[in-house]
Each structure stands twice: as structure tokens, then as C-alpha cells.
């Protein structure tokens, strides 16, 4: 995973989506925002909710929606087209 984030400051735009993970099996939980600056960002908390990692992805157009598998190991990223 990539270095750590605050989530406070992780998107310099508006987020767009956000969407939790409900695998109640994990020590943590897993959240992922999409933000208007075309990135998703996918977070691990410990059971305060603090965080425990980060990991950022990029994508050359803008993020609409984002949502977790029923598992909680998938996380499907719809985004603009350029056409």
C-alpha cells in the first residue's frame, strides 16, 4: 500500500462517492472515497477508526461511483468517458 493519507485532506477536489466494505471476518475496516481530482483512494481503519493504510488509485478521467463487492475484496470503479 502507498504512503499514508489523512482523510481529512486526502482529495483536493469534492468527493464524489464513498462506499464501505462490510466483511465483519477483518480485524479492520476498509472505506474507499472517489474524489473530482480523477482518484480513489481505499483506506483501512482499525476498529476506532483509525487509520491504519492507504492506498491511491489514478485514473485518467473523472470517478463517478465506487462500490465494494459483497465480500469486501472487490471494489468496482466506474469513471467518465473521454469519447
Do not use: P
Request: glycine share 2%.
Amino acid at each position: 500500500m502507498n504512503k499514508k493519507h489523512q482523510i481529512e485532506d486526502a482529495h483536493t477536489s469534492f468527493i464524489r462517492d464513498i462506499s464501505w466494505s462490510f466483511d465483519v471476518s477483518k480485524n479492520y475496516y476498509q472505506v474507499a472515497t472517489s474524489g473530482e481530482e480523477k482518484t480513489c483512494k481505499i483506506w483501512k481503519l482499525d476498529e476506532e477508526c483509525r487509520q491504519i493504510d492507504s492506498q491511491t488509485i489514478s485514473k485518467e478521467n473523472s470517478i463517478w461511483k465506487i462500490s465494494w463487492n459483497f465480500m469486501g475484496n472487490l471494489l468496482a470503479v466506474s469513471f467518465a468517458n473521454k469519447h
